[in-house]
């Protein structure tokens, strides 16, 4: 199905796409200074196969604001960064406990929990060296930065873990498991098409734009990542399924049922896609991928 979503890109962006595996392979070789157990580790989770969505957002955003998305591949490889040290984290037995991600050994299941944690970490500066090395201008690289610095920090994405893990077991609130998912999904989706927008030399109103896109369709994300954990299939995803409901996680089904819960996102998607309208036509694969993202089976 990605594949018929990338038929809906410009050549450029299917072109840039196609390199980001190529690219994140590059940067994870390091050199001789890091230990080869680690190295190992790194390699192992960031270059799992993977739908590599977050990247493609910084490259359709680049794209949509008329720069050349080969452009933002370093900043679609930070990202991949960030989201894959998080993953790496979040399934450790003192979060998460997952012992399958895109259907292999989670990282502390391959290797041990130590290992998993320090090529998590490992991941973050890598991914801030890679941005900051590889936007075109020092003000873009500043900028960037600094977003991504934000968005993976304290207040958003860290902060909407805790928050997740603290909320897990509690009464069920639609205003707190939106207030996770805001700063968890919705954040990190936010910053990818930001730092497409960045190194296109967006204005300040495209980039609001693009935002506020990712913001919406990253919730609208969360409601089908929760569905797909109620009545996905295993095999097809690449992780165990039907935990969220034995463990009693905050979950949008949970709370809204499955009815109510496929139209929120319905709903949360045509408001994403109404946010690009001021973009044009450039935005169209970014419409397309709105749906794509609700409309998923893995």
């Given at each position: 199905?990605?594949?018929?979503?990338?038929?809906?890109?410009?050549?450029?962006?299917?072109?840039?796409?196609?390199?980001?595996?190529?690219?994140?392979d590059?940067?994870?070789?390091?050199?001789?200074?890091c230990?080869?157990?680690?190295?190992?580790?790194?390699?192992?989770?960031?270059?799992?196969?993977?739908?590599r969505?977050?990247?493609?957002?910084?490259?359709?955003?680049?794209?949509?604001?008329?720069g050349?998305?080969?452009?933002?591949?370093?900043a679609?490889?930070?990202?991949?960064?960030?989201?894959?040290y998080?993953?790496?984290?979040?399934?450790?037995?003192?979060?998460?406990?997952?012992?399958?991600?895109?259907?292999?050994?989670?990282?502390?299941?391959?290797?041990?929990?130590?290992?998993?944690?320090?090529?998590?970490?490992?991941?973050?500066?890598?991914?801030?060296?890679v941005?900051?090395?590889?936007?075109?201008?020092?003000?873009?690289?500043?900028?960037?930065v600094?977003?991504?610095a934000?968005?993976?920090?304290?207040?958003?994405?860290?902060?909407?873990?805790?928050?997740?893990?603290?909320?897990?077991?509690?009464?069920?609130?639609?205003?707190?498991?939106?207030?996770?998912?805001?700063?968890?999904?919705?954040?990190?989706?936010?910053?990818?098409?930001?730092?497409g927008?960045?190194?296109?030399?967006?204005?300040?109103?495209?980039?609001?734009?693009?935002?506020?896109?990712?913001?919406?369709?990253?919730?609208?994300?969360?409601?089908?990542?929760?569905?797909?954990d109620?009545?996905?299939?295993?095999?097809?995803?690449?992780k165990?399924?039907?935990?969220?409901?034995?463990?009693?996680?905050?979950?949008?089904?949970?709370?809204?049922?499955?009815?109510?819960?496929?139209?929120?996102?319905?709903?949360?998607?045509?408001?994403?896609?109404?946010?690009?309208?001021?973009l044009?036509?450039?935005?169209?694969?970014?419409?397309?991928?709105?749906?794509?993202f609700?409309?998923?089976t893995?």
């Open positions: 199905m990605l594949q018929q979503i990338l038929e809906l890109f410009s050549p450029e962006v299917r072109l840039a796409f196609g390199q980001v595996d190529q690219q994140l590059t940067f994870s070789r390091l050199n001789s200074g230990p080869e157990r680690l190295r190992e580790a790194i390699r192992y989770s960031l270059l799992a196969p993977g739908k969505l977050r990247p493609l957002l910084v490259l359709a955003a680049c794209d949509a604001c008329g050349l998305p080969s452009t933002a591949l370093p679609a490889c930070a990202v991949e960064m960030i989201h894959t998080s993953l790496v984290h979040d399934d450790l037995p003192a979060m998460d406990d997952d012992e399958l991600r895109r259907g292999r050994p989670t990282c502390h299941i391959q290797f041990d929990e130590a290992t998993a944690i320090l090529a998590g970490d490992a991941l973050i500066p890598l991914a801030f060296q941005l900051a090395e590889g936007m075109a201008t020092a003000e873009q690289a500043r900028r960037a600094l977003a991504l934000l968005a993976a920090g304290a207040t958003e994405l860290v902060g909407g873990q805790v928050d997740d893990l603290g909320h897990q077991f509690g009464e069920p609130s639609l205003e707190i498991l939106e207030s996770i998912h805001l700063r968890k999904t919705a954040a990190m989706m936010a910053v990818s098409l930001k730092l927008g960045l190194a296109a030399g967006a204005g300040d109103e495209a980039l609001s734009a693009l935002e506020n896109y990712g913001k919406k369709l990253g919730l609208a994300f969360q409601i089908a990542d929760d569905l797909l109620l009545r996905g299939e295993q095999a097809r995803i690449g165990k399924t039907g935990k969220d409901e034995v463990r009693g996680k905050l979950t949008y089904p949970g709370i809204l049922g499955v009815e109510r819960s496929v139209a929120l996102a319905g709903q949360l998607v045509e408001e994403a896609r109404r946010e690009l309208s001021g044009g036509q450039r935005a169209a694969g970014l419409q397309q991928l709105a749906k794509f609700v409309e998923r893995y």
